[in-house]
DNA sequence: CGACTGAGTCCTGTATACAAAACTCATTAT
DNA sequence: ATAATGAGTTTTGTATACAGGACTCAGTCG
C-alpha cells in the first residue's frame, strides 16, 4: 500500500471537481467561502487555493469584490471546446507510434463493439467512453499535451452530465469509434484522424442540441439547488 | 483614464510572469516565500495565491513538504509544446472568417518584409514575431482557444529569452511569414497552414539547438543567480 | 573515517484575525 | 411611489499566528 501524503488543497480540488462533474453543484451559482469551507471541515485558506487553481481551468470565475463562482454553462464555451479537443486528439495520435497504434487497434475494435451493444445508464456510457479514448491516447508520449488534454476534458464533462444516452446516439458512436479503430489496425492514420474528428463533430452537436432543449424547458434557472445567496 | 482594480494576486502573478519570461529568474530555482513575499512588500497569501495560479500553467512546481519552484528549463517540454501550438494556431486559422483572413494578408505581408530587413536586439525580434502571429489570429472567434494559445505561449516564451536573433534565421522566418500570408492572401487556407506549421516546426528546432549548445558550454547550472536556500 | 542520531532552526501548510469593500434594508427626500 | 441615503451586517482580500514536517549540523557510535 503506498501512502500518498496530499495536502488539503489537492484534496479540496478534487472534491469540488468531483462535485462540478457529476452535476450536483448550481453551475453558475455564487461560492460563499466561509460556508463551503465549514461543509468542507477546512479553513478558508486552502479552499481559496484550491479555488484559484481551479479558476485557471475554467471550472471556476471571479471578479474582484464579489469573489469567486462555479462558472455558468455556456453554449458557446462548450462548442469552442469540442473542436480544440479533437486536433489536440489528432495531434496525440499523429505522435503516437505507429506500432503501438496498430497494437491497440484489437482492443479498440473490441471496446467499441461492446458498448454498443448494452445501453447503461447515464454515468456508464460516460465512461466507458472516456476509456475507450484513454486507450486510443495511451501511446502518445508528449506528456504536456496529455495534461493539456485531461484538463479539458474536465471543463468538457461539466457539460456531459447534461446528455442523456440515447440509443441511437450510442450506436453511431460505437460506429465511429470502431472506423477510426479500423483505420488504425490497417495503418491508416490519416483515415483514422478524420473519423476522430468527426466523432468529436457529432458528439459535439448532439450534446449542443439537448443542451438547447434542455433550456427552452426551463428557460430561467440553470441552478438545480440555489445557493444561499451570493447570487453573482 | 479607466481606473481597474487589481487583487494584490494578480499584480504579484504578472510580476512573477514579467521576471520568468525576462530570464531574470533562476529557472529551476526553489522559492522562499518569506523572502520573496518581503521582497514584493506583500504577504504570504496573495503570493502563494498568485504562484498556485501559475503552477497550473506550468511556470512553477511544486512538491508537497518542500514548496514552490520556478519550473526548470526542460528541452522536452519546450519540445512538446512547440507541435501543440502549431496545432492550435493552425485551428485558429481554420475557425477565422475567410474574408478576414484576406483583409489582413497586405497588412502581414508588410510586417513580414519589414522584420526581415532590420537585424535588432533580442526582446525586439521576439515582439514583432508575437505582434505577427497576433495579427494572423486576430479574427479567431474562439475565445476559450484563443485564451489557451495566450498562456501556452507564456509558458514558451520561458524559453525564448534563450534564443540569440541571428541574422540568417531571421531572415528564413521572415520569408515562412511570407509564405503564409502570401496563401492567405489567395486564399489557399491549407497552403498557409501547412506554411504555418514549417514555420513553428523551425522556430522550434532552431531552438532546441540553441538550447544544446548553451547547455554543453556550462553543464552544471541552469541558474545564473542562486536563491538563498531551498535548492529543491 | 564514515554513517547514524538528535537538538535546533527554518519553512511550509493551515488556521485565525482584521480592514475594507459590498450588500441589505429601513428611512428620507423628491 | 420611486430614488437616494446611510447605518448595520456579510463577505472578500490580505495579514498574521501557529503546528508539524524538513533541513542543518555537530556529536556519537561503528
Redesign the interface.
Known sequence: MAIV???L?AQIRAELVRRLTSGELPLGGGINEAQLAAELGVSR?PL??AL??L????LIEST??KGFRFAPANE??FA??G??LA??E??ALE?SAPDHLKSIAPALIEKATNYSTEIDEHSTVMHHDAEWHDLLLSGCP????ME?LTTLKVALRRYEVMLVPDQEFIRRSADEHLQVARCLAEGDLSGAIAALKLNWHNGTQQLLRQYAAFRDEMPDSTAPTAPTRNPA
Open positions: 501524503r496530499q495536502t488543497r485558506t481559496r487555493e484559484i487553481g479558476e485557471n481551468e475554467g474582484v469584490g458557446s464555451e469552442e471546446l473542436p480544440v486536433v489536440l489528432s495531434l505522435l508528449n506528456e504536456r499535451l493539456l
